[in-house]
């Protein structure tokens, strides 16, 4: 078994080029929406936003449909021209028309706490490269990783390995039962998951599993 380590570790690793992680990047997006925002609240024990924060009513933080968790948002108020920045962190409204929903804190800021809803213009401040997740689940984090299968062939795996990395992935490799060798990819961001995977297809692997993946700060 020492032998068969050695055979993998001078293979996989000691041949390939390490590719280096991708670290994480923010920016400003041109993005806007128009509609009505509104705020909520929940039960004073503080239950768990879909991020899997608690909910503070206090934080300028607030629920949209889509974002990714961890954006930043500015919330230009119509009706008073005030603004405010929150953290999207949940999941909401659903109610139509309405585009997102406001902490209390926040809905005081931009003075809409009394009037319940106001018709709003959104902007994005930041958008972080890795939306920020308590959990570990597909579509959670924004990235995933990708098991190809396990092998019993270690030149075979070697070959996956090098192609995979030339393709521009991040293959990676374990040792499982002391015998056979599990090839993944890891890392793949939401916007390339659907194109990995046809890539993946067309090299003979169209079933694979997909598993949700934690970004190592």
Same mark, same amino acid.
């Given at each position: 078994?020492?032998?068969f380590?050695?055979?993998?570790?001078?293979?996989?690793?000691?041949?390939?080029?390490?590719?280096?992680?991708?670290?994480?990047?923010?920016?400003?997006?041109?993005?806007?929406?128009?509609?009505?925002?509104?705020?909520?609240?929940?039960?004073?024990d503080?239950?768990?936003?879909?991020?899997?924060?608690?909910f503070?009513?206090?934080?300028?933080?607030?629920?949209?449909?889509?974002?990714?968790?961890?954006?930043?948002? #500015?919330?230009?108020?119509?009706s008073?021209g005030?603004?405010v920045?929150? #953290?999207?962190?949940?999941?909401?409204?659903?109610?139509?028309?309405r585009i997102?929903?406001?902490?209390?804190?926040?809905? #005081?800021?931009?003075?809409m706490?009394?009037?319940?809803?106001?018709?709003?213009?959104?902007?994005?401040?930041?958008?972080?490269k890795?939306?920020?997740?308590?959990?570990?689940?597909?579509?959670?984090?924004?990235?995933?990783?990708?098991?190809?299968?396990?092998?019993?062939?270690? #030149?075979?795996?070697?070959?996956?390995?090098?192609?995979?990395?030339?393709?521009?992935?991040?293959?990676?490799?374990?040792?499982?039962?002391?015998r056979?060798l599990?090839?993944?990819?890891r890392?793949?961001?939401?916007?390339?998951?659907?194109?990995?995977?046809?890539?993946?297809?067309?090299l003979g692997?169209?079933?694979?599993l997909?598993?949700?993946?934690?970004?190592?700060?």
């Amino acid at each position: 078994m020492k032998t068969f380590r050695l055979v993998v570790l001078v293979l996989i690793y000691g041949l390939c080029t390490l590719a280096l992680l991708p670290s994480a990047e923010s920016g400003v997006s041109p993005w806007y929406e128009e509609g009505i925002a509104s705020w909520y609240t929940s039960d004073p024990d503080g239950p768990l936003t879909a991020n899997g924060e608690r909910f503070d009513p206090n934080a300028l933080s607030a629920a949209h449909k889509s974002l990714p968790f961890g954006t930043v948002v #500015r919330v230009h108020d119509k009706s008073t021209g005030l603004q405010v920045d929150v #953290r999207i962190n949940d999941r909401g409204p659903y109610v139509d028309g309405r585009i997102i929903d406001l902490t209390p804190a926040a809905a #005081r800021v931009i003075q809409m706490y009394e009037r319940g809803i106001s018709p709003v213009t959104l902007e994005i401040v930041y958008e972080p490269k890795v939306p920020e997740s308590q959990y570990n689940r597909p579509g959670d984090t924004g990235w995933y990783k990708i098991q190809l299968g396990a092998f019993s062939n270690t #030149r075979r795996v070697y070959e996956l390995y090098s192609k995979l990395h030339d393709l521009g992935f991040k293959p990676a490799v374990e040792i499982i039962d002391e015998r056979l060798l599990r090839l993944s990819i890891r890392w793949i961001p939401e916007d390339e998951k659907d194109a990995s995977l046809k890539i993946l297809s067309s090299l003979g692997f169209p079933d694979v599993l997909l598993r949700g993946e934690e970004f190592p700060y």
